[in-house]
């Protein structure tokens, strides 16, 4: 499966911005989606993670409840909605896919499949 990113771009803190990823291919429905980030010097580092179905959702304590994490089967997209953003999240993101769901699979960079090319954030004061 092959992923774009989108929707990045400056925002003041405080500000929201929705980040889109468009799959593709028939599968999409078969693969945990997951967000990730890396802002510069760090390592990249778990974001969110949402089911084959999007029943289930699981995100980093670093962003819970700023966050969203929702998907669209049928238009093979999944979506990270950001609100109250803080400086510290300025970083490029991606989203990736694992056909595992498994908190300690899907938390790590290794337990993922397929990845996208990231999408810049970043928020000001």
């Known amino acids: 499966v092959q992923l774009q990113a989108s929707g990045g771009g400056l925002v003041q803190a405080g500000g929201s911005l929705r980040l889109s990823c468009a799959a593709s291919?028939?599968?999409?429905?078969?693969?945990?989606m997951a967000w990730f980030r890396q802002a510069p010097g760090k390592e990249r580092e778990f974001v969110a993670a949402?089911?084959?179905?999007?029943?289930?959702?699981y995100y980093a304590e670093s962003v819970k409840g700023r966050f969203t994490i929702s998907r669209d089967n049928a238009k093979n997209t999944v979506y990270l909605q950001m609100n109250s953003l803080k400086l510290e999240d300025t970083a490029v993101y991606y989203c990736?896919?694992?056909?595992?769901?498994?908190?300690?699979?899907?938390?790590?960079?290794?337990?993922?499949?397929?990845w996208g090319k990231g999408t810049q954030v970043t928020v000001s004061s």
């Open positions: 990736a896919a694992s056909q595992t769901w498994a908190i300690a699979v899907i938390t790590t960079i290794d337990g993922m499949n397929y």
């Open positions: 291919g028939r599968t999409f429905r078969s693969y945990v």
């Open positions: 949402i089911s084959w179905s999007g029943g289930t959702t």
